[in-house]
């Protein structure tokens, strides 16, 4: 065994540039799930992921359509008796503004230094690309693969993947599997491969305020009006207390605690104070001053505002007292708490707490259910074997504050757990502009996902 996954790690050495055109294809498609102009781009993504697929050696690809954007499916089924992957992955990817801040356009890859940029090049296409050249190279060298394999990648993660649940259970027995591989989940540092083992889930939400029927002049006006911006951001504030804490009534109450022995892991993990100033270049940190920063993001629920807009916000003056102000707001939610319940919560606080001096809607678009997978479970035991084996140095086990919605619906309707691991790095600017991927970091990635694959087959002939 040991032979047959440096000989595969051989064969994916003489193909890196194989690889980074395909990622370069892939990235070049503007597939951002969430404006619809791009809706013909998310078709083009979803067939190029169809053509990799069956580079790497994959069979019955299929394109399926949903109600949004489609799903890409192929399989191996050929290893007897042997357990079956279902890989997953979303090709769609988040906006790309602000624009201007883009060194090089978004959708033009490009290399510098050891970084390939572009929206999606982490997060998650180069991870997608990752798992399929593994595939390709183990398929190169012995033929076959082996353990089972299917393949299942959708284009909406990023927008909560709201036709993902159906189509899984539409399809149970295609989709049926032993364990899936989830390789969207990131790193914290170069030379620490991670396994995560938790989840946050996610709730989003658009408040509107509106007061008087049209914009005022503020001098005519004001005093008179409450001005829908100020009210927004009073109810808003309001949202925490001074500790950062939420006060929206009930919002903490079926959150799971953290055992004495949990926080004692967690705060082995390289990632103090020092750590979350360095990436974030905040001036200082902010949170809940009980839970460290490992805590308050892995296992505390939190309340962002992602957006606000209202009035005048051009270059110059205008003296006008608005009609209308919007926030957009989220919540990153944990075990055990449900999306509907904080809908429930949140509407409830607005009820009471919103002035009549202003009409208000609240817009909820869902949300996805936090999850934990079992550390100990066997795929998990074999990623993290490979990781060492590629690395040199044991892998690390974490707690991750972002959302990824398919793990609570494979573990509910496929009974299935997920391993997650990624060759992502806290650094590649995910979300934001300039985002890149860290190459020597994605080959390792390839080289352990090849020894993966080996280290499943149960027989390890
Ligand atoms: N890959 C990320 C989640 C992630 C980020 C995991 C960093 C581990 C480390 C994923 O694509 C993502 O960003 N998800 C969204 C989901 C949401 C829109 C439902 C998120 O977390 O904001
Ligand atoms: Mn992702």
Known sequence: MPDKIDQTIKVARNHHSAFISELSDFVSIPSVSTSPEYQEEMEKAAQKVAQMADWAGLENIRIFPT???PIVFGEWLHAENQPTILIYGHYDVQPVDPVDLWETPPFQPSIRYHYLFGRGASDMKGQIVAVLAALQSIRQTTGAFPVNVKLMVEGEEEIGSPHLRSFIEEHRSMLSCDVSLNPDAGMIAPDLPTLVYALRGLVFFELKVFGPEHDLHS????????????ALCEIIASMHDENGRVTIPGFYDHVRPLSSEEREELSRLPMGDDYYLKQTGAPQLWGEPDYTPVERVGARPTLEVNGLFSGFTGQGTKTVLPAYAMAKISCRIVADQEPDEIHYLLRRYLEQRIPSTVRWELNYFGGAPASLTDPKHPAAQAMKKALELVWETRPVLKREGGSI???????KILGADSVLTGFGLPDDRIHSPNERLHLPTWFKGIEALIAFFYLMNTLQE
């Open 219 to 230: 001098g005519v006006f004001g005093g008179v009006v409450h001005n829908p911006a100020q």
């Open 67 to 69: 109600q949004g954007h």
């Open 405 to 411: 919605p398919v793990v609570g619906d494979i573990q």
